[in-house]
């Protein structure tokens, strides 16, 4: 039987140009990579969050200046920016690893106080919890369009570029002039959608475009669109708590 997704590329490196078997081999790798980067997250924030009096550490940093979160922010998109090269790496496997474990880890400390604001809300880890189990469901329910009706969403590559652009500009405006400018419940909407449609155009990229090498590269891309999703669903529910 003809491979339906391979018509359209020229590249017989490609996941979509393999045989059903080799397909599935690269699926199952990738998806058993996300699973592990969310469960080592999830322990990085466990133990963080038990750390005693952790609460006036994360939150006495980020007030020392009206800028750090501005700073933490350009740091993160640095180290993100390093460790997607490195996972997209050809040369070494160890390299696609670290880089992988270097964004886990990024992502881990990035989401902390977010975590932590969420936590001290309610007193507990409800929302939290709430938040994954959102989340999770709107993952798989993408998962299965992306991979059900085969359809290639490499067409929202650019869109998904210019949108987050505006977004990155609105959150640095908000941070500049927090008494002017505030990004609320419908940002986090918006940003939901915009999380949503990363996670339509990184499974498409998983089923057409990557090689047969880069599951770690692969698991890095989904992640990197379930941590912004569960985010912007945490933000939502913290803001109708």
């Not at 006036?56 to 460790?83: K, R």
């Not at 936590?119 to 189990?133: P, R």
């Not at 210019?162 to 940003?191: E, Y």
């Not at 339509?200 to 090498?213: F, M």
């Amino acid at each position: 039987m003809d491979n339906p997704y391979s018509s359209s590329y020229a590249n017989p490196y490609t996941v979509a140009a393999q045989p059903v078997d080799v397909r599935a081999a690269f699926i199952r790798k990738t998806y058993a990579h996300l699973g592990g980067a969310i469960l080592v997250f999830a322990l990085i924030e466990a133990a963080l969050m038990s750390i005693p009096d952790i609460e006036n550490t994360v939150f006495g940093i980020l007030s020392a200046s009206p800028y750090s979160w501005l700073m933490v922010l350009g740091g993160f998109m640095a180290v993100s920016w390093i460790a997607d090269k490195w996972a997209m790496s050809d040369t070494s496997a160890g390299m696609q690893y670290l880089g992988l474990s270097v964004y886990v880890i990024a992502q881990a400390i990035i989401m902390l106080p977010l975590l932590l604001m969420a936590k001290w809300q309610v007193g507990d880890t409800s929302l939290i919890m709430k938040a994954g189990g959102v989340t999770l469901l709107l993952f798989l329910g993408l998962t299965v369009v992306a991979f059900t009706t085969k359809k290639d969403f490499s067409f929202l590559g650019g869109m998904l570029k210019i949108v987050g652009m505006i977004a990155l500009g609105l959150i640095v405006v908000a941070v500049i002039w927090p008494g002017a400018f505030t990004l609320g419940l419908w940002f986090s909407v918006a940003m939901v959608i915009f999380a949503a449609g990363s996670i339509l155009y990184s499974t498409s990229n998983i089923i057409h475009h990557y090689q047969t090498s880069q599951h770690v590269a692969a698991a890095l891309g989904l992640f990197a669109s379930v941590a912004m999703l569960f985010w912007y669903v945490l933000r939502i529910f913290m803001s109708r708590d």
